[in-house]
């Protein structure tokens, strides 16, 4: 793997382009739409006040400047561009390249499933590998927290070559890596697309449809009861979802599990006290009277289409009843109709 192209400008694709050059793990290309705001020197600090210097090589919009060239292709983007760009890729990949994405929940096995070779390597993060943020666009920015290891599904080669990936990603992300069993595992969570979307539905939705808010309300801190049940509820939907899929037992915690919870209350306690989630603030603008939400946000454009929207189909395909997902879903997909 002497070659990496990293499709996106987002904060994951400047801290892993600095990274992986920095440690010369590889050669870096870029493929953005901005080539122009980009230098061949990137900087990334690290939480253990580390500055690391990478060297990117190619910078180019053209595919068959960047992709042409590599064993490895990372995708940082978000799930409405995921489809667009491997379309775009695809006349310029080799036959051996690793496709991969830096997170899966948002469609990217589904999409590239549907568009590549049926033979092309492909491969996912479950979770991103970073927390980070731009600094300066294109030159520097922040890695503000590792993970302890890192989950990763790898799909279309064999066994042996499946652990030599994971082999070299593990060198390359310095912790372990464990090879997940299939991309369901990298794809399917109970996180963004149950977390956010529930939320969101007890604002806005139902009985609060249409309400404006006297003020901007905090997306986690002020978490009700009413939101955590509903989490719930489409939590166990997933669940039973996840009993007609080829997927290991145990490979993800239920919400209750996975936040130390017991019950709504307890669940909504839960999330209103995590210090990570403190400040931030939920998909509203502000109109005449106060406060109203924001479709255009997203937490809308993202989680419902390219998150809550795989569950959904495979719910109904796999004859899993799901009135509460069904509810949720229709609900966000509607109003985001609404608002083109």
């Known amino acids: 793997m002497k070659t990496v192209c990293i499709c996106g400008g987002g904060s994951l694709g400047h801290v892993l382009a600095g990274w992986l050059s920095a440690h010369h793990y590889a050669k870096v290309n870029i493929l953005t739409n901005r080539p122009s705001q980009w230098t061949h020197t990137i900087?990334?600090?690290?939480?253990?006040?580390?500055?690391?210097?990478?060297?990117?090589?190619?910078?180019s919009n053209l595919p068959e400047q960047t992709v042409v060239s590599a064993d490895v292709v990372i995708l940082c983007l978000p799930g409405f561009l995921i489809r667009e760009e491997l379309e775009a890729i695809k006349p310029h990949l080799s036959r051996d390249?690793?496709?991969?994405?830096?997170?899966?929940?948002?469609?990217?096995?589904?999409?590239?499933?549907?568009?590549?070779?049926?033979?092309?390597?492909?491969?996912?993060?479950q979770r991103v590998p970073f927390i980070s943020r731009v600094e300066e666009y294109g030159r520097k920015a922040h890695l503000l927290g590792y993970k302890d290891s890192h989950r990763v599904a790898v799909e279309n080669v064999s066994?042996?070559?499946?652990?030599?990936?994971?082999?070299?990603?593990?060198?390359?992300?310095?912790?372990?890596?464990?090879?997940?069993?299939?991309?369901f595992e990298a794809s399917l969570t109970n996180s963004n697309p149950l977390l956010h979307t529930s939320r969101l539905y007890t604002m806005f939705g139902g009985e609060n449809e249409g309400k404006v808010y006297p003020r901007m309300q905090l997306f986690y801190e002020?978490?009700?009861?009413?939101?955590?049940?509903?989490?719930?509820?489409?939590?166990?939907?997933?669940?039973r979802l996840l009993k007609k899929l080829p997927v290991t037992d145990?490979?993800?915690?239920?919400?209750?599990?996975?936040?130390?919870?017991?019950?709504?209350?307890?669940?909504?306690?839960?999330?209103?006290?995590?210090?990570?989630?403190?400040?931030?603030?939920?998909?509203?603008?502000?109109?005449?009277?106060?406060?109203?939400?924001?479709?255009?946000?997203?937490?809308?454009?993202?989680?419902?289409?390219?998150?809550?929207?795989?569950i959904?189909?495979?719910?109904?395909?796999?004859?899993?009843?799901?009135?509460?997902?069904d509810k949720v879903y229709q609900w966000g997909i509607s109003k985001i109709s609404s608002t083109r």
Request: aromatic letters at 16%; one cysteine or more; glycine letters at 8%.
């Open 250 to 310: 145990g490979f993800l915690p239920t919400a209750l599990e996975y936040y130390e919870s017991i019950d709504a209350k307890s669940l909504a306690e839960k999330l209103s006290s995590i210090q990570g989630f403190k400040g931030i603030t939920s998909p509203m603008i502000e109109v005449e009277g106060g406060w109203a939400a924001d479709y255009s946000s997203r937490y809308f454009t993202e989680d419902f289409p390219y998150g809550l929207k795989y």
């Open 43 to 59: 900087e990334i600090d690290t939480p253990d006040g580390k500055l690391l210097k990478g060297n990117i090589d190619v910078i």
């Open 222 to 239: 002020e978490w009700t009861e009413d939101a955590a049940d509903l989490y719930i509820k489409m939590d166990e939907e997933f669940f």
């Open 97 to 125: 390249t690793f496709v991969g994405c830096v997170f899966s929940s948002t469609g990217f096995f589904f999409e590239a499933k549907s568009i590549l070779d049926e033979r092309q390597p492909l491969w996912g993060f």
């Open 159 to 183: 066994e042996e070559e499946k652990s030599k990936f994971i082999a070299w990603l593990q060198e390359c992300l310095g912790s372990p890596v464990k090879m997940l069993k299939n991309y």
């Open 312 to 325: 959904w189909k495979l719910a109904h395909e796999n004859r899993v009843p799901c009135p509460y997902i």
